[in-house]
């Protein structure tokens, strides 16, 4: 794979800019209406109900939204952090060079396609070994 041209880093710096912008809106939004969730579910149904409510299904739900999108923001975070340290677009396990189509598609990838496969294929990881 060739090695990304300061083109294309400042290309996906953009992506990755307009990504975290929406992604941090996004979370800010969930935490809201995680908090908002949060008021009624006090008003709507007193502490006494013993039984787990449907608003406090809907909280956890919003809760969980909002993890995930702090998990986009970080990975974000870390790739904008590898553009300024120079090692954006090399794979994290063999050092070699991404490739602008997989950093196009991907522009968090921290590694190869054959990293990611192996990664995803390691004995005990994802799936048991077959007997
Ligand atoms: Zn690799």
Do not use: F, W
């Not at 919003?62 to 340290?85: K, P, Q």
């Not at 598609?105 to 294929?121: F, G, S, V």
Request: hydrophobic letters at 30%; proline letters at 5%.
């Amino acid at each position: 794979m060739e090695e990304l041209t300061q083109d294309q880093i400042r290309s996906l710096e953009q992506q990755l800019r307009h990504d975290h912008e929406t992604a941090l809106a996004d979370t800010q939004d969930q935490m809201r209406q995680a908090e908002d969730v949060d008021g009624e579910s006090l008003a709507k149904y007193p502490h006494d109900t013993g039984d787990m409510s449907e608003a406090d299904r809907e909280l956890d739900t919003n809760i969980s939204m909002a993890e995930r999108y702090s998990g986009a923001v970080g990975d974000i975070e870390d790739a904008l952090r590898r553009i300024v340290e120079g090692t954006y677009g090399i794979c994290t396990e063999c050092g070699q060079p991404i490739g602008y189509p997989r950093m196009q598609a991907l522009p968090t990838a921290k590694l190869c396609i054959a990293c990611q496969e192996r990664m995803e294929h390691r004995p005990g990881a994802v799936s048991p070994p077959t007997m």
